[in-house]
């Protein structure tokens, strides 16, 4: 059974950042797939970004450019960097990871606003 817990969520100006993680218990080996997704009130959830254990990288269209997914595969720890964030960015984001099945962190909140 794997756990996720997220942390670095806060509030912050327009244009400023925050760095989220994510760390992962319960799975003794690499997880194949981890990233985040986030959910802005009465919206649907959102892809984010996600980090393959071989690399692959994606990120959706909303946040190209402006936001980094890292990872340390060995500690199952997966990050966001989010840098130049804009009011449409406030949302709780959710830790993600899929191996046989899929599993969510509680979420951490984001606010951007002045």
């Known amino acids: 059974q794997v756990q996720l817990v997220e942390s670095g969520g806060g509030l912050v100006q327009p244009g400023g950042s925050l760095r989220l993680s994510c760390a992962a218990s319960?799975?003794?080996?690499?997880?194949?797939?981890m990233g985040w997704y986030r959910q802005a009130p009465g919206e649907r959830r959102e892809f984010v970004a996600s980090f393959t254990n071989i690399g692959i990288i994606k990120y959706g269209d909303s946040v190209k450019g402006r936001f980094t997914i890292s990872r340390d595969s060995d500690k199952n720890t997966v990050y966001l960097q989010m840098n130049s964030l804009e009011p449409e960015d406030t949302a709780v984001y959710y830790c993600h990871a899929l191996t046989l099945r899929e599993y969510w962190g509680p979420g951490t909140q984001v606010t951007v606003s002045s």
């Open positions: 319960g799975m003794s080996t690499s997880i194949p797939v």
